[in-house]
């Protein structure tokens, strides 16, 4: 409750991603696909044509291009938005924000319940909701994040009511599982992984079992046919041809067509053909220290008492379900470096393995608190797991609101020399704003960018009154007024023209968090 309250106050406080005009975009295109199939007489219907036509990347969808893309939140999202009738983009985005939060509070609570269920403990259900939600970059993406967070909460829907299956058939979680599965994959294709590894687990189950259960293949293939209705019924790009178009959007998740460099390790390499440790790392330097030490601990136990009994693949219930979890974390990291699938920005499109990495943590705590040690001992883990969680918290004060740009202690010093920032653009806003703070209202400014993140999709999230004497000329930058850069490039900068900042600018200010620089503002200086 005091997470809900925080959150309903502070989810204005967040800039624009550099995504979340496309979100709105395809949000918008499946919505007048929809009306124009099945709603004649539309009231608005001119209106809500031109609006869409405006966007930015309305072309590219009307062409046919960006189809393969899930779009059940972003549909969702647009449906509300011409429910309340919204006009201002400050509104529009804000609302937006607020829906994101809204989605991953309801998977913190369901969480709650799926390691309260498995660990048979409240106390170790609220520790697993404040290490899933006190992360920094996870809380701060939380508010903005319509893809990667939205897929995981509904992910960490699917894996409840799975691991529900896994104990017992029962028709509500079978319906509820399929429902939940359907609504994740038709956010990002991936989805379908869950269905696979739990269905997976219930076929090797019964082929184990001496007497094989007819009722059980049974709610098996009711549970794939379920998924696969549930599936098709929320995702309009299926309609019209369910399976090719349901592969073309694997195949588009695994090698998305992008042929930029990442700044990684110090480096520029290219995203379709990173290191297999690129995600390994990105996960353990973005994540709270603790977190690593107790997944390692934790993966390395489920791991020991499964090849110690290679007879049988789980001695009981819970080994089962633990393993479960244990393999959604690492086969799509496996998956990832194996197919060399196209990533870019961290480690976010691989946010939905997140709630695994805090419930294999779990898990090592609750192996630690077992033991029957005096009073003196149990206090000292508690003290640790509490001290984690208020340096956390203590991280999100200080960094807000730009806590995407969290590192661990072990690299947050170099951090600017190692990896890209604020690849969201989330710190961008904020610096415009500090510029149109110097300037009075007769003034026009121009600001140029000497970085990738584009400037211009800051004005929906800043107040319109105080965009009307600053424009974006993007990179062509040679005579503005101001140049912005966030130290984003798609290539190394060394030989890109575009990025140079002539020597006539001065630094005029530095958004900076703690050791970590966001962005930085020059000045053209008028020569005498």
């Known amino acids: ?51 869409y036509n405006k966007m930015e990347w309305s072309q590219d969808f009307t062409q046919g291009v960006f189809h393969e893309y899930g779009v059940f939140f972003d549909l969702f ?15 529009i985005y804000h609302l937006k924000h607020f829906l994101n939060f809204f989605v991953f509070y309801i998977s913190s609570v369901v969480f709650f319940y799926l390691i309260k269920n498995r660990f048979k403990s409240n106390i170790l259900g609220f520790i697993a909701v404040l290490f899933y939600i ?98 098709y019924l929320f995702w309009p790009y299926l309609w ?18 992008w042929g930029g460099s990442i700044f990684y390790l110090g480096d520029f390499v290219k995203s379709n053909n990173l290191p297999w440790h690129y995600s390994f790392v990105w996960i ?7 977190y690593s030490i107790l997944f390692l601990f934790g993966s390395y136990k489920i791991l020991l008492s499964f090849f110690t009994n290679l007879d049988k693949f789980w001695k009981n219930l819970n080994e089962k379900l633990d393993l479960v979890i244990l393999a959604f974390f690492f086969v799509p990291l496996v998956a990832v470096i ?28 609750n192996y630690f608190l077992s033991f029957k040690f005096n009073r003196f001992y149990i206090n000292g883990i508690f003290i640790i797991i509490f001290l984690s969680i208020f340096i956390n918290i203590s991280n999100i004060i200080k960094l807000h609101p730009f806590q995407n740009i969290y590192f661990n202690s072990l690299f947050e ?67 503005s007024d101001y140049i912005f850069t966030n130290y984003v490039y798609e290539g190394n900068p060394k030989y890109k023209k575009k990025y140079f900042i002539p020597k006539n600018y001065e630094k005029f200010y530095t958004l900076k968090k703690g050791n970590i620089i966001i962005n930085e503002i020059y000045k053209k200086q008028i020569s005498n």
């Open 413 to 479: 010093k170099k951090a600017n020399t190692l990896f890209d920032i604020d690849y969201w653009g989330l710190g961008n806003a904020h610096s415009i704003i500090k510029v149109l703070d110097t300037v009075n209202e007769s003034e026009n400014v121009s600001m140029g960018t000497a970085s990738f993140t584009p400037l211009n999709y800051s004005k929906y999230i800043i107040n319109q009154k105080r965009l009307k004497n600053i424009n974006f000329p993007g990179t062509n930058n040679i005579n």
């Open 77 to 91: 999202a647009t449906f509300i938005e011409n429910i309340l009738n919204l006009k201002n983009f400050h509104d």
């Open 240 to 257: 019209l041809d369910p399976i090719d178009n349901f592969i073309t959007s694997l195949k588009s998740f695994a090698h998305y067509k």
């Open 134 to 231: 006190s992360s920094p970059r996870i809380f701060a993406e939380s508010f903005y994040n319509c893809k990667d967070i939205i897929f995981m909460s509904f992910i960490v829907f699917s894996l409840f009511f799975g691991l529900k299956i896994l104990k017992n058939f029962k028709i509500k979680n079978i319906i509820l599982f399929a429902l939940f599965s359907a609504l994740a994959t038709s956010i990002r294709s991936m989805g379908v992984f869950t269905v696979l590894l739990v269905l997976s687990f219930l076929i090797i189950e019964n082929l184990e079992q001496k007497k094989k259960s007819v009722k059980k293949n049974i709610y098996i293939l009711s549970i794939f046919c379920l998924y696969l209705f549930f599936t």
């Open 338 to 365: 194996i197919f060399n699938s196209t990533l870019y920005n961290g480690w976010r499109h691989l946010y939905f393995i997140y709630p695994a990495l805090i419930y294999i943590s779990i898990f090592s705590l």
């Open 1 to 51: 409750c005091s997470y809900f309250i925080i959150g309903i106050n502070i989810y204005k406080d967040y800039g624009i991603s550099i995504d979340e005009p496309f979100h709105r975009t395809s949000g918008f295109y499946w919505y007048l696909q929809i009306i124009d199939n099945f709603f004649y007489n539309f009231p608005n219907i001119e209106h809500l044509r031109n609006s």
């Open 284 to 290: 353990g330097v973005s994540n709270p220290i603790i």
